[in-house]
Every structure is written in structure tokens, then in C-alpha cells.
């Protein structure tokens, strides 16, 4: 099964909320960690675009 998981998230780094860094009114509506966090580093070398990055997950109902 495939698990996609937004490369561009914010609001948090490393476990650490940093709505407290946003101007007033401005804090992201939906927040989470980069994927980054979590898979390789890779990147494709002609465009520099990241690779398609693969990790171990567990998935929990919220």
C-alpha cells in the first residue's frame, strides 16, 4: 500500500510546534511535518528534483 505524504507541510520541525513564529492570523490551517523527516535525502541529478522516497510507517485512526 502506498501512504502520500506532503512534502511541504509546516507548522512543525522536528516534533516542535512553531505556530508561536507566525504573524497573528497567519498559522497554517492544516500543519504537520515534512516528509523529509522521515525518508532519504535523494535527489535526481539532471533536474534536482527529490526522488520518490520510500519509508516504514504506521498509520493510527485519529
Known sequence: KSV???????GWWSGEDLT????????P???GENSGQVTSYG???QTACPEVNCSLV?????
Open 43 to 45: 535527489f535526481d541529478q
Open 29 to 31: 490551517y492544516a500543519m
Open 20 to 27: 508561536h513564529r507566525y504573524p497573528t492570523g497567519t498559522a
Open 4 to 10: 502520500f505524504l506532503p512534502q511541504n507541510f509546516s
Open 58 to 62: 504506521r498509520i493510527e485512526r485519529a
